[in-house]
């Protein structure tokens, strides 16, 4: 886009060059775009800069931006020596829909008008915008696309690096208005602790990294209900969710394990905690756990289920962290003595993971009641196993109908207690959240009711749009990861109409 004139009343010739660029992505995104402008006029002062921007906006509802901001300053030595005065107000006369939005993969059903920013800016001054509304015309939920152009000051100048910033804001996202998707999803956010613990980062400096790492994953992904694993302080995810933009909700499953992580939620909403246990199922005896014959009566960590109001209605949650293949042995090591007190250790903690699954399946029950063809019910976490392993088929409830089988379509008795694994539903490149001694897997999961999975749109790992997720190695040895940022595991997620 090229203004339709130059604006500044002096000036009396175009830019001979002027860049754009053309961008589809989700709505709360953090973009940054870059902007150049080659130009020459005879028009006088020769300090002017002038800058003119267009937004296009897709999302149903209403949406505020309300940090919208952008800077521009003109780096020619003349320029940033004048003080002339600001040019002219700068108002885009109509919006342009981009030659590239036929890329996307559904096409828009309208376009609205959107509320243009108006800046006056003088050469060597920085710029920011103020608030700024945009009412969105019902299309392509959570897309926008923008385009922009930087007309040349008068006289000679590059204006290199030219960026805006801008950020919705989550607190009146078109989500929650009747129509419009929302994100469900699951992250493992490894060894969430305050820094000076035994488990913890040694210093603030590496807490704040790690927490930043993990707010900015959260806010691309822009979930209605993230369930959260391996939450070892309680304060640490408030901290968390301090940096989020927007009202944030937390709960916590208070049955930490021995080492005091937990599962828990991050919620747009107010959720309201419908259970909250550790004990197995009456007719579960306890289990086996080490050489010395300890039994374990309950889940090593609390399973929590939340409820929280969406758009088409309550939607229930529950969130697990199931006991982990990584080994631990006597005297807290992580190598056997020798390769049968491995196999022992390996199946007393299948034993432990196996019944823990049959916990969270009873739980599932209760939260289904018999109704999954009209409920909204999830269960997600780290189920510390693959879609096919014997723990996770456990959690599905009547076998025949899984996603991509014959049975998926054909209605049943068994829809109204059955949960579907949306692993099928992922992409086949994107396929795990876990790279374990440089096998990929995929341990994190969700598995949605009857009447919720046949709203899923989409599924994936790591961030939407960005493809397979880049994820470390990790091996035997948890502690060794202590002072690293972000997560060894990818967020798993499901968008929902």
Known sequence: ?????????????????????????????????????????????????????????????????????????????????????????????????????????????????????????????????????????????????????????????????????????????????????????????????????????????????????????????????????????????????????????????????VRGIRVGFLSRTEPRVVADTNAFPAQLRPVQSDDAGAEEPGAGRGLLAVEVETPTGPLTVAVAHLKSKLLTYPGERFFPHDEGERARYGAYALYRRAAEAATLRALADELLAGEGRTRDVAVLGDMNDEVQAATTQILLGPPGSEIGTSGYDRPDQGDAVRLWDVAPLIPADQRYSRINSGRRELIDHILASHHLVHRVTAAGTGLPGEGAPQLPSVGPDPAARREAPGSDHAPVWVRVE
């Open 1 to 257: 886009m090229t203004p339709a004139r130059i604006i500044s009343a002096q000036a009396s010739r175009a830019p001979n060059s002027t860049s754009f660029a053309v961008r589809l992505d989700s709505t709360g995104h953090t973009t940054s775009l870059n902007h150049s402008s080659v130009g020459r006029s005879s028009a006088s002062p020769r300090s002017a800069t002038i800058g003119a921007w267009v937004w296009q906006l897709t999302s149903p509802g209403r949406a505020t931006w309300p940090r919208a901001s952008m800077r521009s300053r003109a780096v020619s030595p003349v320029a940033a020596a004048s003080a002339a005065p600001p040019t002219d107000s700068i108002r885009p006369s109509r919006t342009t829909i981009a030659a590239s939005c036929s890329k996307a993969t559904r096409s828009w059903s309208s376009w609205t008008r959107t509320v243009q920013p108006v800046m006056r800016r003088s050469a060597g001054e920085w710029l920011t915008l103020p608030t700024y509304d945009a009412v969105l015309a019902s299309g392509e939920p959570d897309r926008a696309s923008w385009r922009g152009a930087v007309a040349s000051r008068p006289g000679p100048a590059r204006l290199p690096h030219d960026q805006g910033f801008w950020r919705t804001n989550r607190a009146s996202r078109p989500r929650l208005l009747e129509g419009a998707r929302m994100l469900l999803g699951t992250w493992n956010l490894e060894n969430l602790y305050r820094p000076g613990g035994p488990s913890g980062p040694k210093d603030k400096a590496t807490y704040e990294t790690k927490l930043a790492s993990l707010a900015a994953v959260i806010t691309e992904l822009d979930p209605v209900l993230l369930g959260v694993q391996e939450v070892g302080d309680p304060a640490a995810l408030d901290d968390l969710a301090g940096l989020l933009d927007g009202e944030w909700h937390t709960a916590l499953s208070t049955h930490p394990d």
